[in-house]
C-alpha cells in the first residue's frame, strides 16, 4: 500500500522559509520519480517541483531559484525547501508519484502573511 505524508506546513511571514517533507512507504523510493503540487481554493492543482530518481529536478518558473527539491533515499523522505516566500505561495502542499497510477498524499497547508 502507497501512502506519502507530508509534514511541515504552517504560518510564516513575507520573506521567511520553510521546509516540506514528504514520508514514503510501500514504494521503491530510489526508483521514484517525485513531485511537489500546490492548490488554493477555487484553482487547479498546479506542478511546483520534481526529482528523478537520478536526481534531476525541474521546477516551475515562479519558484525558480527561491524553492529547492531534494531526496534522501535511504530514509525514504522527500523534501522541498522553500525560501523567499511571498504570499502568493499560500496554498496546500501536495507530494506525488506515478507509478501506473496517481499517488498524492493528504496535503500540508502553508500560509505566507505579508
Known amino acids: 500500500q502507497v501512502q506519502l505524508v507530508e509534514s511541515g506546513g504552517g504560518l510564516v511571514q513575507a520573506g521567511g522559509s520553510l521546509r516540506l517533507s514528504c514520508a514514503a512507504s510501500g514504494i521503491v523510493f530510489s526508483n521514484a520519480r517525485l513531485d511537489w503540487y500546490r492548490q488554493t481554493p477555487g484553482k487547479q492543482r498546479e506542478f511546483v517541483a520534481s526529482?528523478?530518481?537520478?536526481?534531476?529536478?525541474n521546477y516551475a518558473d515562479s519558484v525558480k531559484g527561491r524553492f529547492t527539491i531534494s531526496r534522501d533515499n535511504p530514509k525514504n523522505t522527500l523534501y522541498l525547501q522553500m525560501n523567499s516566500l511571498k504570499s502568493e505561495d499560500t496554498a496546500v502542499y501536495y507530494c506525488?508519484?506515478?507509478?501506473?497510477?496517481?499517488?498524492w498524499g493528504q496535503g500540508t497547508q502553508v500560509t505566507v502573511s505579508s
Open positions: 526529482i528523478t530518481s537520478g536526481g534531476s529536478t
Open positions: 506525488h508519484t506515478n507509478l501506473a497510477l496517481n499517488y
